[in-house]
């Protein structure tokens, strides 16, 4: 059984920092890739970044691109997101999510999905 464990959210002020994790268990990930989505209040989830586990391909969604940075610490099957220099419209849940096979940016074709962590950029 796959479980895939957000931690991390909070809330910050804008301009600030936060590091989002995803514990991921139950099977070994070398074939995933991993994304991040987020939810905002009253609108679809979206694709933020992805990685894929064995390679390290990434891809990032254009409005994170230069802010955030996704990673992975093999040692502890742990997926990242560095998100620098956030901004109000940041705010939302953010979810991880596992597909076996290569990124995609739909969140359709991704099999497994964390519970989520809220994360609020305010003053």
């Known amino acids: 059984q796959v479980q895939l464990v957000e931690s991390g959210g909070g809330l910050v002020q804008p301009g600030g920092s936060l590091r989002l994790s995803c514990a991921a268990s139950?099977?070994?990930?070398?074939?995933?890739?991993m994304g991040w989505f987020r939810q905002a209040p009253g609108k679809e989830r979206e694709f933020v970044a992805a990685?894929?586990?064995?390679?390290?391909?990434?891809y990032y969604a254009d409005f994170v691109k230069g802010r955030f940075t996704i990673s992975v610490d093999n040692a502890k099957n742990t997926v990242h997101l560095q998100m620098n220099s956030l901004k109000p419209e940041d705010t939302a849940v953010y979810y991880c999510?596992?597909?076996?096979?290569?990124?995609?940016?739909?969140?359709?074709?991704?099999?497994?999905w964390g519970q989520g962590t809220q994360v609020t950029v305010s003053s």
């Open positions: 999510a596992a597909r076996l096979g290569s990124i995609v940016t739909r969140r359709s074709f991704y099999d497994y």
């Open positions: 139950g099977r070994t990930f070398s074939s995933y890739a």
């Open positions: 990685i894929n586990w064995s390679v390290y391909s990434t």
